[in-house]
């Protein structure tokens, strides 16, 4: 006997996609650090990322835009006058057909012809009161008798479709056994919605109703409170839509059903319904209307299906704001959006929320010390490698040369080799070299094991950098004039490339970031990275340049490198008591003590270089003035090519003016 295992396969039905590649988190991190860089708090960056989407994926803002579209689609193409006109062409049907049979029985006394005659003849206006005055009319028309209960039967189950979807349809050509199934379900319905307004009934009840009535229920609830849900908004929107009609359409359709399955009995029950939903989802909203313009005509059942789709659109307009309290992308109704939207808007959907779990999850944004979301040290090295590359492409291009190396004997090894070069000085590699002649050897038919001769082409010599180690300080302008004039970002990618590049690349050397506004202050790169653009009056070089030397100070065995990027004269300086004296236009006293600063670093030995953003003459006088008094540089570049002239003053000043290689340090 053999046992065969089968396997049942089937159309993937939605939910995460398990054999979906994880999702590509470079775009989003990279516009949400560009955003913090431009001012705003991670939480805020990564919230507009995900409103505006990718290159190729739609954002929450165009979901947005769709709902509100399909919502206005839906209101312009549809009115709400389907059931009075169904009723009003089965009347003129009926009407009608009497009338033929009425001018064909030769046999039917004149009298009694006349008044049939008169009495469909003065029929009144009003379609209610026309139905409900032929109630009891002796129809010689048998066409015209099944026309006119067709309007019953019509009405019945259109009433039966607005508290239960489906109901028109299923009771279609129903039997007067299916009539009074229905009235037994709504009896007992009201009898559980009663049971339980009152905390009387129990899970019991509860199955014994669906075991008994479940067929009334494609929703399939599973307890007493999801069919309250389920039956509570839809009978809201049925009030919504009968809201939604004019007076005189309101008014004709209460009247006629009055002749709902020809039962009063059946709107007895309905009302009883209502009665019960109102009292157990007081929150549903029972008095909301809406505005249709349309010129499709919508049944009782249709109609009341559409005003759920609008509520239904307007919880996803709610959900894709994201703007109430505890927001989370956790919180949109896929299976809604699927069924408004379509399945695309719910994959893109369920991608977004899932960057923004990566986002939390993966690492890339945690909560600091004060609660407040921040860029993480892995989004910072990411980032920081990314601008790092781009400005090595700058540098480049700029200086017409990749992949220079140098190479000196009293420098430090890098930790590769290359053949040796006729002048070359630096140590060989024994062991790159030796395996090198070993396999010559064994190549030419030599055994190794007798000895070795070392060919000029075995050899190998080890790398090494000529460097020396250097503390340095990036001195950053952070003066209201550097957001305002767009150099706020520029400023921050510079510092994030040359932090990247020490920390990775020459970890032997120190960096401290210093920004100076009104007054100067230190910051690790994160603190720097989400520094808002503020209204900051003064521009206290002074008090950055008193960090700075006491940076200096803590090594004293490393080459000083002062890196000063601004856009304005100084116009604060720090006064003994702690405080800053600001002035405009600068005062002397505070060019004088700026100058000594100064001055004392570059006695020091400090190498100096100041980086002018912007054209204004009188910064460019001071600059110049103050970088020939220390022997110091200035560059002035654009604000775009800030971070290339950093990183290559950086690099100049650490390897002495000899050539640098961009391809190795910018990897």
Same mark, same amino acid.
């Given at each position: 006997?053999?046992?065969?295992?089968?396997?049942?396969?089937?159309?993937?039905?939605?939910?995460?996609?398990?054999?979906?590649?994880?999702?590509?988190?470079?775009?989003?991190?990279?516009?949400?650090?560009?955003?913090?860089?431009?001012?705003?708090?991670?939480?805020?960056?990564?919230?507009?990322?995900?409103?505006?989407?990718?290159?190729?994926?739609?954002?929450?803002?165009?979901?947005?835009?769709?709902?509100?579209?399909?919502?206005?689609?839906?209101?312009?193409?549809?009115?709400?006058?389907?059931?009075?006109?169904?009723?009003?062409?089965?009347?003129?049907?009926?009407?009608?057909?009497?009338?033929?049979?009425?001018?064909?029985?030769?046999?039917?006394?004149?009298?009694?012809?006349?008044?049939?005659?008169?009495?469909?003849?003065?029929?009144?206006?009003?379609?209610?009161?026309?139905?409900?005055?032929?109630?009891?009319? =002796? @129809?010689?028309? $048998?066409?015209?008798? +099944?026309?006119? #209960?067709?309007?019953?039967?019509?009405? !019945?189950?259109? &009433? *039966?479709?607005?508290?239960?979807?489906?109901?028109?349809?299923?009771?279609?050509?129903?039997?007067?056994?299916?009539?009074?199934?229905?009235?037994?379900?709504?009896?007992?319905?009201?009898?559980?919605?009663?049971?339980?307004?009152?905390?009387?009934?129990?899970?019991?009840?509860?199955?014994?109703?669906?075991?008994?009535?479940?067929?009334?229920?494609?929703?399939?609830?599973?307890?007493?409170?999801?069919?309250?849900?389920?039956?509570?908004?839809?009978?809201?929107?049925?009030?919504?839509?009968?809201?939604?009609?004019?007076?005189?359409?309101?008014?004709?359709?209460?009247?006629?059903?009055?002749?709902?399955?020809?039962?009063?009995?059946?709107?007895?029950?309905?009302?009883?319904?209502?009665?019960?939903?109102?009292?157990?989802?007081?929150?549903? =909203? @029972?008095?909301? $209307?809406?505005?249709? +313009?349309?010129? #499709?005509?919508?049944?009782?059942?249709? !109609?009341?299906? &559409? *005003?759920?789709?609008?509520?239904?659109?307007?919880?996803?307009?709610?959900?894709?704001?994201?703007?109430?309290?505890?927001?989370?992308?956790?919180?949109?109704?896929?299976?809604?959006?699927?069924?408004?939207?379509?399945?695309?808007?719910?994959?893109?959907?369920?991608t977004l929320a899932e960057i923004e779990k990566a986002m939390h999850d993966g690492g890339y944004l945690q909560r600091g010390a004060d609660g407040d979301l921040r860029l993480s040290?892995?989004?910072?090295?990411?980032?920081?490698?990314?601008?790092?590359?781009?400005?090595?492409?700058?540098?480049?291009?700029?200086?017409?040369?990749?992949?220079?190396?140098?190479?000196?004997?009293?420098?430090?090894?890098?930790?590769?080799?290359?053949?040796?070069?006729?002048?070359?000085?630096?140590?060989?590699?024994?062991?790159?070299?030796?395996?090198?002649?070993?396999?010559?050897?064994?190549?030419?038919?030599?055994?190794?094991?007798?000895?070795?001769? *070392?060919?000029?082409?075995?050899?190998?010599?080890?790398?090494?950098?000529?460097?020396?180690?250097?503390?340095?300080?990036?001195?950053?302008?952070?003066?209201?004039?550097?957001?305002?004039?767009?150099?706020?970002?520029?400023?921050?990618?510079?510092?994030?490339?040359?932090?990247?590049?020490?920390?990775?690349?020459?970890?032997?050397?120190?960096?401290?970031?210093?920004?100076?506004?009104?007054?100067?202050?230190?910051?690790?790169?994160?603190?720097?990275?989400?520094?808002?653009?503020?209204?900051?009056?003064?521009?206290?070089?002074?008090?950055?340049?008193?960090?700075?030397?006491?940076?200096?100070?803590?090594?004293?065995?490393?080459?000083?490198?002062?890196?000063?990027?601004?856009?304005?004269?100084?116009?604060?300086?720090?006064?003994?008591?702690?405080?800053?004296?600001?002035?405009?236009?600068?005062?002397?006293?505070?060019?004088?003590?700026?100058?000594?600063?100064?001055?004392? *670093?570059?006695?020091?030995?400090?190498?100096?270089?100041?980086?002018?953003?912007?054209?204004?003459?009188?910064?460019?006088?001071?600059?110049?003035?103050?970088?020939?008094?220390?022997?110091?540089?200035?560059?002035?570049?654009?604000?775009?090519?800030?971070?290339?002239?950093?990183?290559?003053?950086?690099?100049?000043?650490?390897?002495?003016?000899?050539?640098?290689?961009?391809?190795?340090?910018?990897?």
């Amino acid at each position: 006997m053999s046992v065969h295992n089968r396997s049942r396969y089937s159309r993937y039905r939605g939910g995460p996609d398990p054999l979906a590649p994880p999702v590509d988190l470079a775009e989003a991190l990279d516009a949400v650090a560009e955003d913090v860089m431009a001012g705003y708090s991670p939480r805020h960056a990564l919230q507009e990322y995900l409103r505006r989407g990718g290159r190729s994926r739609e954002g929450l803002d165009d979901l947005a835009a769709r709902v509100q579209q399909r919502r206005k689609d839906l209101l312009g193409r549809h009115k709400l006058d389907g059931t009075l006109n169904e009723v009003q062409k089965l009347l003129d049907t009926a009407v009608l057909e009497e009338r033929k049979q009425l001018a064909r029985d030769a046999m039917m006394d004149n009298t009694d012809r006349a008044f049939r005659e008169m009495q469909l003849q003065n029929l009144p206006r009003s379609t209610a009161a026309a139905v409900n005055e032929l109630a009891s009319y =002796d @129809w010689q028309s $048998s066409t015209a008798r +099944e026309a006119y #209960e067709r309007i019953k039967d019509l009405l !019945g189950r259109e &009433v *039966l479709d607005q508290r239960f979807a489906g109901m028109k349809q299923a009771l279609e050509n129903a039997t007067d056994e299916d009539r009074a199934a229905v009235s037994e379900m709504l009896q007992d319905l009201n009898g559980l919605l009663d049971k339980h307004r009152r905390g009387e009934d129990t899970d019991a009840d509860f199955q014994n109703f669906m075991a008994k009535h479940g067929q009334f229920f494609p929703e399939n609830p599973q307890s007493v409170e999801e069919l309250i849900d389920a039956l509570a908004q839809r009978a809201a929107a049925a009030q919504r839509m009968l809201q939604s009609m004019s007076r005189e359409q309101r008014e004709e359709l209460m009247n006629l059903s009055a002749q709902a399955f020809g039962s009063p009995q059946l709107m007895a029950q309905l009302g009883q319904l209502d009665d019960n939903l109102r009292a157990l989802r007081p929150g549903e =909203d @029972w008095s909301g $209307s809406e505005r249709f +313009e349309g010129q #499709e005509g919508l049944g009782l059942g249709d !109609g009341t299906g &559409v *005003l759920q789709d609008l509520a239904e659109l307007d919880e996803l307009s709610e959900q894709l704001s994201q703007s109430y309290n505890g927001s989370s992308l956790d919180d949109l109704d896929l299976d809604a959006l699927a069924r408004q939207l379509g399945q695309d808007a719910a994959v893109t959907a369920r991608t977004l929320a899932e960057i923004e779990k990566a986002m939390h999850d993966g690492g890339y944004l945690q909560r600091g010390a004060d609660g407040d979301l921040r860029l993480s040290p892995q989004s910072m090295r990411r980032l920081g490698r990314a601008l790092l590359r781009d400005t090595a492409k700058q540098l480049s291009s700029r200086q017409g040369r990749r992949d220079t190396r140098v190479a000196g004997a009293a420098g430090e090894q890098t930790g590769s080799s290359r053949p040796w070069e006729f002048g070359d000085a630096e140590p060989w590699d024994v062991t790159r070299t030796i395996t090198n002649a070993i396999r010559r050897t064994i190549a030419d038919g030599g055994d190794p094991g007798h000895g070795l001769r *070392l060919a000029a082409d075995d050899i190998e010599v080890a790398e090494t950098e000529a460097r020396t180690q250097a503390a340095v300080v990036l001195l950053v302008d952070v003066s209201f004039s550097m957001a305002a004039q767009g150099r706020w970002v520029p400023m921050k990618r510079t510092a994030l490339a040359l932090h990247h590049l020490i920390s990775t690349r020459f970890r032997g050397d120190r960096l401290q970031l210093i920004t100076f506004g009104r007054y100067a202050q230190t910051m690790d790169i994160g603190e720097l990275t989400a520094l808002p653009a503020f209204r900051s009056k003064g521009t206290n070089l002074h008090h950055g340049l008193l960090l700075a030397g006491r940076f200096f100070r803590k090594h004293p065995s490393m080459q000083p490198v002062l890196l000063v990027v601004t856009d304005g004269e100084p116009t604060a300086h720090l006064l003994a008591d702690g405080e800053t004296w600001f002035d405009y236009p600068p005062d002397p006293e505070t060019i004088r003590i700026t100058v000594a600063e100064l001055d004392r *670093l570059g006695r020091a030995g400090t190498q100096v270089t100041f980086f002018r953003l912007g054209d204004d003459p009188g910064l460019e006088r001071f600059v110049q003035r103050m970088a020939r008094r220390v022997g110091g540089r200035v560059v002035a570049p654009d604000a775009g090519d800030l971070g290339a002239a950093v990183v290559g003053e950086y690099l100049r000043a650490h390897f002495r003016g000899r050539p640098y290689g961009d391809a190795d340090w910018a990897k």
